[in-house]
Nanobody, 122 residues
Framework: QVQLVESGGGLVQAGGSLSLSCVVS????????MGWFRQAPGKERELVAA????????AYADSVKGRFTISNKNAKNTVSLQMNSLKPEDTAVYYC???????????????WGQGTQVTVSS
């Protein structure tokens, strides 16, 4: 059974920073590409960023390029998302996701975390 456990999130003023972290719990010790989706009220879920299991490839939504950084350097099957210069439109529930390939992770990831709220006040 694969489980994703997220941490971080919260409330911040516009222009501030937040960091999200996620770890995959998997008894098979497989390697996963990981990423983050988000869903704002009344909107569809959208990809924020993703990273291959090796860390060699990344993908970002245009709306967060230059402001958000995804990384998996700390440990296997962990991912962090550093969010800088936050805007009110970044307010959403952020979901950690994982799958065996970067392509699957960006399109239709198999595994999802519970979600964590990020609120940016103006």
């Amino acid at each position: 059974q694969v489980q994703l456990v997220e941490s971080g999130g919260g409330l911040v003023q516009a222009g501030g920073s937040l960091s999200l972290s996620c770890v995959v719990s998997d008894r098979t010790f497989s390697s996963y590409a990981m990423g983050w989706f988000r869903q704002a009220p009344g909107k569809e879920r959208e990809l924020v960023a993703a990273i291959s299991w090796s860390g060699g490839r990344t993908a970002y939504a245009d709306s967060v390029k230059g402001r958000f950084t995804i990384s998996n350097k700390n440990a296997k099957n962990t991912v962090s998302l550093q969010m800088n210069s936050l805007k009110p439109e970044d307010t959403a529930v952020y979901y950690c996701v994982a799958d065996r390939s970067l392509e699957a992770t960006t399109l239709k990831p198999r595994y999802w975390g519970q979600g964590t709220q990020v609120t940016v006040s103006s």
